[in-house]
């Protein structure tokens, strides 16, 4: 998509006219105040855009063609969406199907943790493990793909999260490659996007 590029000295412009910029243009040079500031206009900023972007993200994939699924990665990740709706599912888990391939073209070898990292701030403890897991939970489902370990997901066996995982591969992620299903339009799951990504759940500790 065509983007305006930004002129030499011109700003971005404020969300809200009322909000200040910081004046230093080096974060070594960011004074006590300056964070403050920063910090003050950070929340609601992050309440009104984080789940304006994180839409857009995946809007932007909406057009894109296909390397031989009959439907695109974003059609994919409506339709999964679609089904868990369909399914009355938890507003949580409608959301993770809706994202859960967000990084499956770019990222596509851990598109599984690029999808948790993502969501970890907003989402249980669950979904963050089927995330992370997903992409092998489904290898069942693939057991003639000759580069494939159909009996991969059998090291998780026993962990709390497996069943819910299995079963949510195989009820949205396995089915949603099919042109014949309408999916509902992605304004459907805006405001649950809103919701969910209003206030992070939890804090992210340090890389070990």
């Not at 412009?13 to 403050?36: E, N, Q």
């Not at 984080?50 to 994939?61: F, S």
């Not at 949603?176 to 992210?204: D, Y």
Request: with cysteine; glycine share 4%; net charge negative.
């Amino acid at each position: 998509m065509p983007v305006k590029p930004r002129g030499m000295g011109e700003k971005s412009p404020l969300l809200d006219k009322s909000w200040s910029y910081a004046a230093p243009v080096s974060l070594d040079d960011f004074s006590t105040a300056d964070w403050v500031l920063l910090d003050q206009q950070r929340k609601p900023y992050g309440a009104a855009e984080r789940a304006k972007q994180a839409l857009e993200m995946l809007a932007a994939q909406a057009n894109a063609p296909t390397f031989g699924y009959q439907i695109n990665n974003f059609e994919h990740c409506l339709q999964a969406a679609t089904l868990a709706l369909q399914d009355s599912a938890e507003e949580e888990d409608t959301v993770v199907a809706l994202f859960h391939d967000l990084g499956f073209v770019t990222n596509n070898e851990n598109h599984g943790e690029f999808a948790a990292a993502f969501m970890k701030p907003y989402i249980s403890g669950r979904n963050v493990w089927m995330l992370e897991r997903h992409m092998y939970f489904q290898a069942v489902h693939c057991a003639a793909h000759p580069d494939v370990d159909p009996n991969v997901r059998e090291r998780w066996r026993g962990h709390p999260h497996f069943e819910y995982a299995a079963n949510w591969v195989a009820r949205y992620d396995v089915p949603s490659i099919n042109p014949n299903i309408e999916n509902a339009p992605l304004e459907t799951f805006v405001p649950m996007v809103k919701r969910l990504f209003a206030v992070p759940r939890r804090a992210i500790p340090l890389p070990e």
